[in-house]
């Protein structure tokens, strides 16, 4: 446990490194946030409330939406890929802790950079300039922050198990970035999945995806109340530890036929 | 000019036959980026289901300024790829500009020549089919001049991406690296104009109509080829200005950059 949080700390002080680099990423988010809240204005109109969430829930949904993207590092990730073509993954799997979770710790502090660069500062931005909603209890807080910790655990789970294609496709960057996209689209990153048809909603709550963003939103705006917030958690846990075992097992089957070329 | 062109079929000529080296992957990556603009679509349609129309504009309509500007945004990123900003600034870092200054080659040329994505083709080809779908679903009254007018468009639209793509990479000849703040121009620029201009605030739209004058570029001509209203009163040409407002954003990059080569200082690396 010492060493995943030694690992994470490296990890997160790397990210402290590039403080220019973070906000010029937040004036980014912040300028497509000011495209989305204007399109959500128009879309809502004179209406007050739409699928059970209320305007000013919609603007804060963008900014939250914004905000989680380096946290979940919903744009890319190609990480694990890259060491497996490069062959660096050779001195990974010689370090003293699973490749997972040497992985995970290292995902873990960038993933606390991001907050404090580019999440935090992002909903502090929003709360400035737009007005924001905010929980309205502490235990809703606490559920938003459990929920947003198993969001980060499901999507790095995700992400792990796809990069490991790298084992057996030549180029799987193609395919990675497939599912990068189809996530935005399923995660409710693009709009709030309530807007969305029921049947389509199903067909979502299928995947992960939903189980990272979605869930962290409608627990933030109050949208999930009392039994619903379980559910979504204990979802979010399910989906979580599924994820991480296949990921072991597809590791396994790839490890054995994967050839290093020395050089 | 002959020789130029010759050069430049050469240098892409290179790329696309290594790119389709592995047929597989290559499938998947076409498929995977444009997917992008096809589920962003369908996003679109399903809150069009809810919403039913954004300040008056409905699904067909969005979807034609959505499917113009994407189309159009895939041929600048395959045509101007090698001055991509985040690729660019990464050239200058290294130190591989001064290799390529070495040659006896026209620079710009070379530039042009240094980088070409074939799998922007799934994003040019996704972009005109919401565009197709966008034309079915609204009702235009065809005439001569709107169907000259739509290549006009489309053709001016990649001017202005591509100017502002060669003002993001001739910014990396004093930075060094590329300044994320220049996506806000042009992935963001593109975002924006997505959509109908009226749904902005004041500010941004007027930034966007005399600063950087995107507006002329897709609203505009939508306006006139949709028959709607012009709620800013305009001028009765400004649906017109598109071809002079992209050849003129593609001048400006270029004079830019011009300016920049001469003042090009290595990084020594």
């Avoid at chain 1, 973070?22 to 988010?29: F, I, R, S």
């Avoid at chain 1, 380096?70 to 990974?92: E, H, K, P, Q, R």
């Avoid at chain 1, 992985?103 to 929003?126: C, E, I, K, N, T």
Wanted: charged share 10%.
């Amino acid at each position: 446990m010492r060493l995943f949080f030694e690992l994470s700390m490296r990890s997160f002080q790397r990210q402290l490194v590039y403080r220019t680099a973070a906000l010029a990423g937040l004036a980014t988010n912040f300028f497509f946030g000011i495209i989305r809240i204007a399109v959500l204005v128009a879309l809502y109109g004179t209406r007050q409330e739409v699928a059970g969430i209320p305007l000013q829930g919609a603007i804060t949904f963008t900014g939250l939406s914004q905000a989680t993207i380096g946290i979940l590092s919903l744009f890319s990730w190609y990480d694990l890929m890259t060491n497996v073509y490069t062959g660096a993954i050779s001195s990974d799997l010689l370090k003293p802790m699973s490749l997972f979770h040497y992985w995970l710790s290292h995902d873990f502090g960038r993933a606390v950079g991001q907050l404090l660069l580019r999440g935090l500062p992002m909903m502090a931005a929003y709360a400035v300039f737009f007005g924001i909603t905010t929980p309205q209890s502490l235990w809703q807080w606490i559920a938003f922050v459990i929920s947003l910790t198993l969001a980060w655990l499901v999507s790095f789970a995700w992400r792990f198990l796809v990069n490991l294609a790298a084992l057996w496709i030549p180029n799987a960057l193609g395919f990675i970035r497939f599912v990068f996209i189809l996530s935005w689209f399923m995660s409710g990153f693009l709009m709030p999945l309530r807007y969305f048809p029921d049947w389509f909603i199903r067909v979502c709550n299928f995947t992960p995806f939903p189980y990272t963003i979605n869930t962290v939103v409608e627990i933030y705006l109050g949208v999930l109340q009392g039994p619903e917030i379980v559910q979504a958690i204990l979802g979010q846990i399910i989906w979580g530890v599924c994820l991480i075992l296949v990921g072991q097992v597809v590791l396994r089957l790839g490890i054995r036929h994967l050839v290093i070329l020395g050089g | 000019m002959r020789h130029s062109l010759d050069l430049y079929w050469r240098l892409i000529g290179v790329q696309i036959r290594s790119q389709l080296q592995y047929r597989l992957a290559f499938f998947l990556d076409v498929v995977g980026t444009s997917l992008s603009t096809i589920l962003t679509f369908a996003t679109l349609a399903f809150v069009f289901q809810r919403f039913g129309n954004i300040a008056g504009w409905t699904l067909g309509e969005v979807a034609f300024l959505y499917g113009m500007v994407e189309a159009a945004f895939g041929v600048m990123d395959m045509l101007f790829s090698g001055f991509d900003p985040q690729n660019f600034g990464k050239q200058v870092r290294l130190g591989r500009m001064d290799q390529l200054l070495l040659r006896p080659v026209d620079i710009t040329l070379q530039i042009f020549g240094s980088e070409f994505i074939m799998r922007r083709l799934g994003r040019i080809l996704q972009g005109l089919l919401v565009l197709g779908i966008a034309i079915g679903m609204v009702e235009i009254h065809w005439t001569a001049t709107k169907l000259i007018f739509m290549p006009v468009i489309l053709v001016s639209l990649v001017c202005f991406f591509g100017g502002l793509f060669i003002i993001g990479a001739t910014i990396t000849f004093w930075t060094y690296e590329s300044i994320e703040v220049v996506n806000i121009f042009t992935y963001g620029g593109s975002e924006m104009m997505s959509y109908p201009m009226n749904i902005y605030q004041n500010w941004l739209r007027q930034f966007f109509t005399y600063i950087i004058p995107a507006i002329f570029l897709v609203y505009y001509p939508a306006l006139f080829l949709l028959g709607k209203p012009d709620p800013f009163k305009m001028p009765i040409f400004a649906p017109f200005l598109a071809p002079f407002v992209g050849l003129g954003v593609l001048l400006v990059a270029w004079l830019f950059w011009n300016y920049g080569l001469r003042h090009y200082q290595s990084t020594g690396t």
